[in-house]
C-alpha cells in the first residue's frame, strides 16, 4: 500500500549533498579533496574541541531550551539585545521556520536565483507561490529587479549577501538603499552565511542595517568560517518579535546541548575567525590566479568559493575528470546555472589537485 501524502510534498525540491558526486571506491585515489560544500577545511579550534568533550558527559539532560549562554554570548559579541537573537540547528532551521512563521499559501516569496539551494523548499513546504529573479550582469542580486517583484502578497524576501552559489558581494550602501524602497509588509532576510569571509568592508557593517530597518533579520552560521557544519547552529539577529514567532514554530530543544557549548565557545575566539578569513584570501588570490592562467572566468569572489565558468568544456564530462581525480565540486547544473562549477577552497595541496584535474580535462 502507498502512503498518501500531502499535495504538497512532490512540490518540495530535493537536496543533493556534496559528497555523493565522488565515490572513493570509483575515483582512483586513496582521498576526495572536499570542495563541494563550503565547509571549512580545518577542525574547530582547540579551545571548542575541550569544551566539546566536556559538555559529553552531561548528555543524559536536556539542552537549555532557551540557548540563554549561547545567546548571551552572540549579544556579547555584537552588543545587540538577547531577546531579538534566535538561534537554530543551523540556519536553514530559522530559514524553514521563518517561512512557517510568515507564509500562507496565498503569500509570495522573493529570491534571486541562481541562490542558495535551501531557499525553495521555504515555498515548498509552505505552499507560498516562489518568485524568483535572475541575477543581473556579473552573478550579483538585481535589487532593481527584485524591488518590482513585490507586490501585495509579498511577505518574505531573502537576499544572500555574499551569493551562494556565484560568490558575489553587495556592499552594506547598496542593501540599505534597497530597504529604504522595499514595503513594510515584506519582511527580509539578509543571508549572511559568509560574510566573515569578504574583504570589501567590516563584516559588521551590515548590523547598522538592523538599528534602521524594523522589517530585518540578519543570518548568520557556526558552519562555515567557525568549521562547525557538523553540529549545526546559526543565528539570526532581528527584531524580538520575529525571534518569538520563529520559536513558536518549532520544537523546544531544538539546538542540541555540544552545539551550544561549542557555539558559545567559538565565537569567543575571534582572532581565528580573523585568521581563517585571511587565510581564505590568500587561497582565494592563488586560485584566480591559476584559473585565470588557464583562461577561465571567474565571477568576483567574496567567499570561500568561487563560480567558473565552463565556456565550451562539457559539464558532465568535466564533472567525471574530476571525480575520477577524486575531486569533488558542485556542478552548476544542480544550482540552477548549467555551464558552471562552485568549487569551495580547500588546503593548498586540494586546490592544487582541482587546478591540475581540471587541467587536464582541457586536454
Ligand atoms: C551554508 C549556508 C547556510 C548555513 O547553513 P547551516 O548549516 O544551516 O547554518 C545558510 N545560508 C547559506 C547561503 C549557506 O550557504
Known sequence: ??????????????????AASVD???AEVATIAMLASNESPFPPVEGVIEAVRGAAGSLNRYPDPGARELRGAIAARYD????????????????????????????????????FSMYPHLA???????????????????????????TDNTRLLVLCNPNNPT????????????????????????????????????????????????????????????????????????????RVGVDTVRQPFTV?????????????????VARRAEWNSVERLWMEEELAELGFTV?????????????????????????????????GKGLGDPGFLRVTYGRRAENERFIEALRDCLG
Not at 85 to 105: D, F, H, R, T
Not at 311 to 329: I, N, W
Request: hydrophobic share 50%; net charge negative.
Open 167 to 242: 560568490s558575489t558581494y553587495l556592499p552594506t550602501e547598496a542593501i540599505a538603499g534597497f530597504l529604504e524602497e522595499v514595503p513594510d509588509h515584506v519582511f527580509v532576510i539578509l543571508d549572511e552565511a559568509y560574510i566573515e569571509f569578504q574583504t570589501v568592508e567590516d563584516p559588521d557593517t551590515s548590523l547598522d542595517l538592523l538599528r534602521r530597518f524594523a522589517n530585518l533579520a540578519v543570518l548568520r552560521t557556526f558552519s562555515k568560517v567557525y568549521g562547525l557544519a557538523g553540529l549545526r547552529v546559526g543565528y539570526a539577529l532581528a527584531p524580538e518579535q520575529f
Open 256 to 272: 542540541n546541548h555540544l552545539a551550544q557549548v561549542a557555539a558559545t565557545e567559538a565565537i569567543r575566539h575571534q582572532d581565528d
Open 80 to 115: 545587540f539585545a538577547p531577546s531579538g537573537i534566535a538561534v537554530g540547528n543551523g540556519s536553514c532551521e530559522i530559514l524553514l521556520a521563518a517561512a512557517a512563521a510568515l507564509l500562507e499559501p496565498w503569500h509570495e516569496i522573493v529570491y534571486a536565483w541562481p541562490s
Open 124 to 150: 515548498g513546504i509552505t505552499d507560498a507561490r516562489a518568485v524568483t529573479v535572475p541575477l543581473a550582469e556579473g552573478w550579483v542580486h538585481d535589487l532593481d529587479a527584485m524591488l518590482g517583484a513585490i
Open 1 to 18: 500500500m502507498a502512503i498518501s501524502f500531502t499535495q504538497k510534498i512532490a512540490r518540495i525540491p530535493h537536496y543533493e549533498a556534496g
Open 299 to 331: 565571477a568576483d569572489s567574496q567567499a570561500n568559493f568561487c563560480w567558473v565558468g565552463l565556456a565550451d568544456l562539457d559539464e558532465g564530462e568535466v564533472m567525471r575528470g574530476l571525480a575520477r581525480a577524486g575531486v569533488a565540486v558542485r556542478p
Open 24 to 26: 572513493a571506491v570509483e
